[in-house]
């Protein structure tokens, strides 16, 4: 699940970590509101941010032609004048897409004199099973760019889960940034309130993107997040209900929030030939394979180890309400999932929608004898995949014939 950067930084702020000073607000009276006040305690510049859940809002257009989703005001009346522009308006970035997303509020912050932009981020290094803090000097821009073209100046610090973050882990990062004298002070409580924040939220991800030395009001230098990005496990929400709270149902899709009702995970994509697998690892290689033999998989949908036949039935609903479906490949390998049960829901999801696309299934595992015999037996038209690469061939024939 993510969260917008007005709740990522009050988070982060609980934590002791310092954030420029603002507030969220949903119409332009409040926005300019929310810029006397700032204005009034001393800030010379105040910024309007788009709050959706895409990268890039500062480049980004609304579709009424308004060019940035992220505006500096020098005034109040200019901050009011931003935020209608932007409130009610879809903005497009190059993470959204072409529909883009409604903008329903913006953040009125201070942004003070930035004097460097550095990056910083908090994540779970799986190949060492352990969290990684990773930062860099080449802040405000995608980290994959830096990676790519200049990954020596990447820092990356494991943190021993046992031990948490140590002091010299900061002092260590720091120095590698550069931050010398009262920055590093700084610095090491800036890192250990991200690290905790992430390790607190079960985050999978915290990153901040650009983290700034500024000009304090006193006019030392300041280490602060200007802007934060979350991306927390939808498997530990459960322990958390104050963040599941921060859900914001008008940023997800529709079928993925129906999705989510039914425990599955479903992210949906531009091809036709929807899958249905288990297990997120095997939908993967499933829509490899069908890229491979010159399909374009519709989406993503994983029913996990134990589905349901009313989980299967609900999977189907879900691929069917897609309007650029044209086949499905159900890819199941039972483990410890009974493939019987998976067929039994099969049949039952067919009859009840009364399905006329071609349906490629390949059971394989657990009580998979008993599975082939349900379908087999249903009397429905089910096409049989002996192996994953027979079943993708398959379904990329059967759409490829009835287009």
């Known amino acids: 699940m993510n969260i917008h950067e007005y709740q990522a930084k009050g988070l982060l702020e609980a934590k002791g970590v310092a954030v420029p000073q603002g507030d969220v607000c949903d119409t ?55 935020a209608a522009a932007m409130l009610g308006q879809v903005l497009v970035t190059k993470q959204t897409g072409p529909e883009g997303r409604l903008v329903r509020k913006v953040l009125i912050a201070g942004a003070p004199e930035i004097r460097k932009e550095l990056y910083l981020a908090v994540l779970l290094d799986r190949a060492v099973g352990r969290p ?30 046992a031990m948490g973050f140590q002091a010299w882990q900061g002092r260590k990062i720091a120095a590698a940034l550069g931050l010398r004298g009262e920055l590093m002070n700084q610095a090491v409580k800036l890192l250990r309130g991200v690290y905790q924040t992430w390790l607190d939220s079960d985050a999978s991800m915290v990153e901040i993107n650009p983290l700034c030395i500024v000009d304090g009001r ?18 530990a929400l459960f322990r958390h209900p104050d963040l599941l709270a921060m859900r914001d149902l008008g940023e997800e899709a529709p079928l993925e929030i129906e999705a989510s009702k039914h425990s599955l995970n479903y992210i949906k994509l531009d091809g036709n030939i929807a899958c249905l697998v288990n297990g997120a690892g095997l939908a993967m290689a499933t829509m490899d394979i069908i890229k491979y033999f010159g399909g374009d998989p519709a989406n993503f949908l994983d029913v996990g180890g134990g589905a349901s036949k009313e989980q299967v039935a609900a999977a189907f609903k879900i691929i069917l309400a897609d309007p650029n479906v044209r086949g499905i490949l159900v890819n199941i390998f039972g483990g410890i999932m009974d493939c019987n049960v998976i067929a039994t829901g099969i049949v039952e999801a067919v009859r009840e929608t009364r399905l006329t696309l071609p349906l490629v299934v390949r059971l394989e ?3 998979v004898a008993a599975g082939k015999k349900t379908l087999a037996e249903s009397g429905l038209t089910i096409i049989s995949g002996d192996t994953m690469a027979d079943a993708a061939q398959k379904v990329v024939g059967a759409v490829a014939k009835a287009a």
């Open 365 to 367: 595992g657990n009580n």
């Open 132 to 161: 990684v803090v990773m930062a860099s000097t080449e802040g405000g821009v995608d980290i994959e760019e830096v990676a790519a073209k200049t990954p020596e100046k990447i820092i990356k610090e494991i943190i021993d889960p």
């Open 218 to 235: 006193d006019g030392k230098p300041r280490l602060v997040a200007v802007d934060a990005k979350f991306g927390l496990d939808d498997n």
């Open 28 to 82: 332009a009276i409040g926005a300019r509101a929310a810029a006397e006040k700032l204005f009034a305690a001393g800030e010379k510049l105040v910024v309007v941010k788009s709050q959706i859940h895409a990268g890039g809002r500062g480049k980004g257009t609304f579709k009424s032609g308004f060019q940035g989703g992220v505006k500096l005001c020098r005034s109040a009346e200019d901050a009011g004048e931003k």
